[in-house]
C-alpha cells in the first residue's frame, strides 16, 4: 500500500519509527491488592490478540453476559440502599462481597463487549482475567459523605458518561448519554481486529482505563468506597512503555490555579481566540502548501513545518488555559519551552506518500476519537473551574486528563497538518508530566 | 552638531507645548461649535404647565436613586483600579506571555476588578428599574449579558495595550505622540465597522415610515442613509435609537421597542434626530473630541508611569489603567458638556427637518411618562452623569423654536 516499505499503523497506534512489528504484551503484573489509598485497582494481562470469529460475533456472544449483569445489578443496587442506611445508622457497611464480585465481572464483561480483552469472560466474576479489576470494601465510612452520595457522585457519573460507560448498573441497566470513549475506541477497534487479529495497543488502554474509572465510578456509587473517582490516566499500570512519537506533551504545572483568572477565563481568552482565527487562517494556506511539498517531495519543507509547528504548539498552550490545564496567560507566539504545558515537535522527516495523498481519509477514525476525547476535556474544563475557584488549585487527576486529551489533540492535528506521518496515540500513558510541587497558598 | 544648550532647550521646549497647548484649544473651540443659534431665546418653561405633581415626583424620586447609584459606581470604578495600581503587580506570576502579553493580561485583570466593583451597583440599578417597571429584563439575563459585554472591553484594551507597548518599544518617552493618532485611527476603524456587528437588525417593516424617513434623511443632507430596527425588546424594555457608522457605513438604528410604544409623529422626530446626529457629523465629531481629550491623559499617564519604567514594562499598566479611569471620571463633565451640545443640535435639526414641534414636545414628555426622565435634574448630575439635555430644555427648544416660525401649529 505504501512506498516507503512502511506499515499503515492502524488507528489507536503508534508505530515506533523505524519499527513495523507491533510492541510485546505486556508482561503480566503480580496481582496484588491494592493500596490504602487505592481501593479500585485495574490490572492489565491481555496480550492484544483477538479471535476474528469472536469479534466478529461480539455483539451476540456477550448477551447472555448482559442479562446476567442485569439481574446482579438489581441485586446490588439493593444492596446499596441497605448499605447507604447501615452507613448513615451505624457508620460501617454490611453483608458480604457481593458489591466488589459485582464491580469486578461488570470490568470483564465491559472488556469483553468493548474489545479490551479477548477470552469470554467466566460468569460470576472469576480471578486471571486479562483485564481484571481488584476492589476493596472499604466497611467504615463517613455517614455524612454517605448521606449525599448520590448528589457527590453527580461529577464522577458525568465525567464516566463522557467516557461511555457511567458505571451504573444498578437495576436499571446502562447509563450512558453519548457515544464515549469505550464505544469509540471499541468501534474503530472492532475494524482492525476483524482484519488484523490485533486490538492496538492505544485502544486497548484507553478502553482499560475507561473501564478502571467506569469500576471506581460505580464503586463510589454502590458505596464500596468513599474515595473519591480518581480521572488520572497515568495510574494504572499499562505494561511496557508506549511507542515514541514524534509529537509529546510534557507538562511542568504546579497545579495551582488563580482564582482571579479562572473567574474571568473565558474573557482573558478572547485575545487569544481572535489570533487564533487570524492566525489559523495563514496556517491553512501553510498547511495546503505543505501537502504539496511534502507528496511531490517527500519531505515537508522546513520553513512551513516551523510556522505549522509553532501554530500547533501555540494552540496547545491556549486550549490549556482555556481548558484550565495550566494556570498562566499564554503568549502569542507559541514558542517552545515557554509555557507548562508544551509540545515538543520533532524535526521535518521524511513522510509515506501514499499517507500524505491520504491524510484526510487516514485521519478520521482518529477524529472520531478526538471528538469523544474531547467530551471529557470539556467536562474537565467545567470541574476544573469550579475547583479552581472556590480551592485554589486543580485536581491532579482531572489535569493529567486534560493534558492526555490535549496530546491526543496535538498529535491528530499535527498528523493531520502534515508535520508528521505516525499516526496519534491514542493510549493514555505518553504523557511527561514533571512531578507536582506543593500548592502554595493563594490570593 | 553639538546639542543646543539647556536653555535653548527649555525655550524650544516651553514653545512647544504654547504651540500645542493653543492647538489643541483652537481645535477644541472647532468642535465646540454648533448649528443652534448662540442667540436663541430659550423660554423659561415650568415642569408644571406639562406633568402632574404625581409624574414629578415619580421621576424625582426615581432618578435620584439611579443617579447615586451610577456616581457610586463610577467611584467605585476609580477605587477599585486605585486598589489594582498598588496590587496589581503581583499577577505577573499569572502570565507566561511575554512583555506586551503580560501588559495585556494585567490591563484586562484592571478592568475584571472594576466589573466586580460595579457589579452590585449595576445589580441595584436593575432592581430600581425592575420596581418601577421601566425594565422587565431578569437578573440572570442582566448578569450574563453584562458578563459577556465586558469582553469587548477587554479585547479593546488588549489592542489599545498593544499599540501602546509596542510604540514604546520604539519611542520609550515620547510614545504617547504617536500612540494618540494610532488610538484615534483603531477607534474611527472601529466606528466604521460597529453598524456590521449590531446584532438582530432588520429593515423598516411599515413602507410609510420608510418612505417617510427617506424624506427625512434626504431633508437633513444624508439621504439614502438606512434605517435598521434592533430587536431589543428582550433586553429590558426601554425606548432608544442610534445614529452609528462612518461615510458608507452610516445607519440609524431604531430599537423595537421605540417603535412599538410611540406613535408614528414622535418617531418621525426621533429619526429626524439621529439623521441629525449623521447630517453633522456627530460620530466623527465625537471621535475627535475623544482624541482631544486623549492628548493630555497620554502625556499624564507617560509622565505618571516613568518611576515604574514607563508604559514598556507591564509592571507600569495597572498604574497607567488607574490614572486613565480616574482621568476620565474628572474630565466626565467637559465630556458631559460636549455630548449635551451635539444632542441640541440635533434636536435642532430634527425641529427644522420635521417643523414639528408639537410632536417633539409629546414625545419628549412621553419620556418622563414611559422612561421616568426627571425633567430637570440637579447641578451636580448634570456636571457629572447627563449627557443630554434635561426634558425641560428640550421642550424649551421645541417652543423656541415654534415662536421663531410663528405660522407652524
Known amino acids: 500500500m505504501n512506498d516507503e516499505g512502511t506499515e499503515t499503523p492502524p488507528p489507536g497506534e503508534g508505530a515506533r519509527p523505524g519499527e513495523g512489528t507491533p510492541p510485546p504484551p505486556a508482561p503480566p503484573p503480580p496481582a496484588e491488592a491494592p493500596g490504602a489509598g487505592e481501593q479500585v485497582r485495574i490490572v492489565i494481562n491481555d496480550d492484544l490478540e483477538r479471535s476474528r470469529l469472536t469479534v466478529g460475533f461480539r455483539l451476540i456472544l456477550v448477551i447472555p453476559h448482559l442479562l446476567f449483569l442485569y439481574v446482579w445489578g438489581l441485586l446490588a443496587a439493593v444492596m446499596a440502599v441497605i448499605n447507604w442506611f447501615a452507613i448513615v445508622f451505624s457508620g460501617r457497611t454490611v453483608g458480604g462481597d457481593l458489591q466488589t464480585r459485582f464491580l469486578r465481572y461488570f470490568t470483564h464483561v465491559d472488556a469483553y463487549l468493548y474489545l479490551a480483552a479477548n477470552p469470554y469472560p467466566p460468569f460470576g466474576g472469576g480471578e486471571d482475567y486479562p483485564i481484571d479489576l481488584i476492589a476493596v470494601e472499604q466497611r467504615e465510612q463517613s455517614r455524612l459523605k454517605t448521606f449525599f452520595r448520590a448528589v457527590l457522585a453527580v461529577p464522577a457519573l458525568l465525567l464516566g458518561a463522557a467516557f461511555g460507560a457511567s458505571g451504573i448498573y444498578g437495576g436499571s441497566g446502562h447509563f450512558r448519554t453519548s457515544f464515549g470513549l469505550l464505544g469509540a475506541a471499541a468501534f474503530l477497534g472492532w475494524f482492525v481486529s476483524v482484519f488484523r487479529a490485533r486490538m492496538p495497543r492505544g485502544l486497548r488502554d484507553l478502553s482499560a482505563y475507561a473501564l478502571w474509572y467506569s469500576a471506581q465510578a460505580a464503586a463510589y456509587l454502590l458505596l464500596v468506597t468513599e474515595r473519591y473517582p480518581n480521572s488520572d490516566p497515568l495510574v494504572p499500570d499499562y505494561g511496557s512503555p508506549p511507542p515514541e512519537h514524534p509529537i509529546r506533551i510534557s507538562c511542568d504545572d504546579d497545579l495551582r490555579r488563580s482564582r482571579l483568572t479562572v473567574f474571568f477565563r473565558l474573557l482573558l481568552w478572547l485575545p487569544h481566540l481572535v489570533w487564533l482565527v487570524l492566525w489559523g487562517i495563514v496556517t491553512v494556506f501553510a498547511i495546503v502548501a505543505n501537502w504539496f511539498v511534502t507528496l511531490f517531495s517527500g519531505t515537508p519543507a522546513d520553513p512551513l513545518h516551523r510556522f505549522i509547528s509553532a501554530y500547533l504548539r501555540y494552540e496547545t498552550h491556549n486550549f490549556a488555559f482555556i481548558g484550565l490545564v495550566a494556570n498562566p496567560f499564554p503568549g502569542f507566539t507559541g514558542r517552545e519551552g515557554s509555557y507548562p504545558i508544551d509540545l515538543s515537535i520533532a524535526p521535518p522527516a521524511r513522510q509515506n506518500r501514499w499517507k500524505t495523498g491520504f491524510r484526510i481519509i487516514l485521519g478520521i477514525p482518529a477524529l472520531l476519537l478526538s471528538s469523544a476525547l474531547q467530551n471529557a476535556a470539556a467536562l474537565v474544563a467545567l470541574f476544573g473551574w469550579f475547583t479552581g475557584l472556590f480551592l485554589g488549585h486543580m485536581p491532579q487527576g482531572l489535569r493529567n486528563l486534560g493534558v492526555f486529551a490535549l496530546r491526543y489533540s496535538a498529535q491528530l492535528n499535527g498528523y493531520l497538518w502534515l508535520l508528521t506521518d505516525t499516526y496519534p496515540f491514542s493510549g493514555p500513558s505518553q504523557e511527561s508530566l514533571a512531578e507536582p510541587t506543593a500548592i502554595p497558598e493563594t490570593a | ?409
Open chain 2, 1 to 409: 552638531m553639538s546639542p543646543p544648550p539647556p536653555a535653548v532647550r527649555r525655550a524650544l521646549l516651553i514653545l512647544g507645548a504654547t504651540a500645542l497647548a493653543a492647538a489643541w484649544i483652537f481645535a477644541a473651540l472647532r468642535l465646540w461649535r454648533t448649528t443652534v443659534p448662540s442667540d436663541l431665546p430659550l423660554p423659561n418653561l415650568d415642569p408644571h404647565e406639562f406633568f402632574t405633581d404625581a409624574q414629578l415626583d415619580r421621576a424625582s424620586s426615581y432618578e435620584a436613586f439611579l443617579r447615586v447609584d451610577a456616581l457610586l459606581g463610577s467611584l467605585a470604578a476609580v477605587l477599585a483600579t486605585g486598589l489594582f495600581a498598588v496590587r496589581g503587580a503581583r499577577f505577573v506570576r499569572e502570565s507566561a506571555a511575554g512583555r506586551i502579553g503580560t501588559g495585556m493580561l494585567l490591563g484586562m485583570l484592571g478592568l475584571a476588578f472594576v466589573w466586580l466593583a460595579q457589579f452590585p451597583f449595576g445589580l441595584a440599578a436593575l432592581w430600581w428599574e425592575r420596581k418601577h417597571d421601566v425594565s422587565n429584563l431578569d437578573y440572570v439575563s442582566w448578569i450574563v449579558n453584562d458578563f459577556l459585554s465586558a469582553g469587548g472591553e477587554f479585547l479593546f484594551i488588549c489592542l489599545a495595550l498593544l499599540i501602546v507597548m509596542a510604540l514604546a518599544a520604539v519611542w520609550r518617552r515620547a510614545w504617547w505622540v504617536a500612540a494618540v493618532p494610532a488610538l484615534l485611527a483603531v477607534t474611527l476603524l472601529f466606528a466604521f465597522a460597529q453598524p456590521y456587528l449590531l446584532p438582530d437588525l432588520h429593515p423598516l417593516n411599515d413602507p410609510a415610515l420608510e418612505a417617510e424617513a427617506q424624506q427625512l434623511a434626504a431633508d437633513e443632507g444624508v439621504s439614502g442613509t438606512p434605517v435598521r430596527v434592533q430587536d431589543t425588546h428582550n433586553l429590558g424594555g426601554s425606548p432608544n435609537a442610534e445614529a452609528t457608522g462612518l461615510d458608507g457605513s452610516r445607519r440609524v438604528i431604531v430599537w423595537d421597542t421605540l417603535l412599538r410604544r410611540f406613535p408614528p409623529s414622535e418617531v418621525r422626530v426621533v429619526l429626524a434626530h439621529e439623521f441629525g446626529h449623521l447630517a453633522h457629523d456627530h460620530v466623527l465629531k465625537g471621535l475627535a473630541w475623544g482624541g482631544l481629550l486623549a492628548i493630555p491623559i497620554a502625556l499624564i499617564v507617560a509622565l505618571a508611569t516613568r518611576r515604574r519604567g514607563g508604559i514598556y514594562e507591564p509592571t507600569a499598566v495597572p498604574l497607567a489603567l488607574f490614572i486613565v479611569v480616574a482621568l476620565l471620571f474628572v474630565a466626565s463633565p467637559l465630556q458631559n458638556a460636549y455630548s449635551r451640545r451635539l444632542e441640541s443640535e440635533a434636536d435642532w435639526s430634527a425641529l427644522q427637518a420635521t417643523h414639528e414641534p408639537a410632536a417633539a414636545k409629546a414625545l419628549f414628555r412621553r419620556f418622563t411618562r414611559v422612561a421616568r426622565v426627571q425633567p430637570t435634574s440637579p447641578g451636580w448630575a448634570t456636571l457629572m452623569l447627563e449627557n443630554h439635555p434635561t426634558i425641560m430644555q428640550r421642550i424649551e427648544m421645541a417652543d423656541a423654536w415654534r415662536r421663531l416660525h410663528p405660522t407652524t401649529p
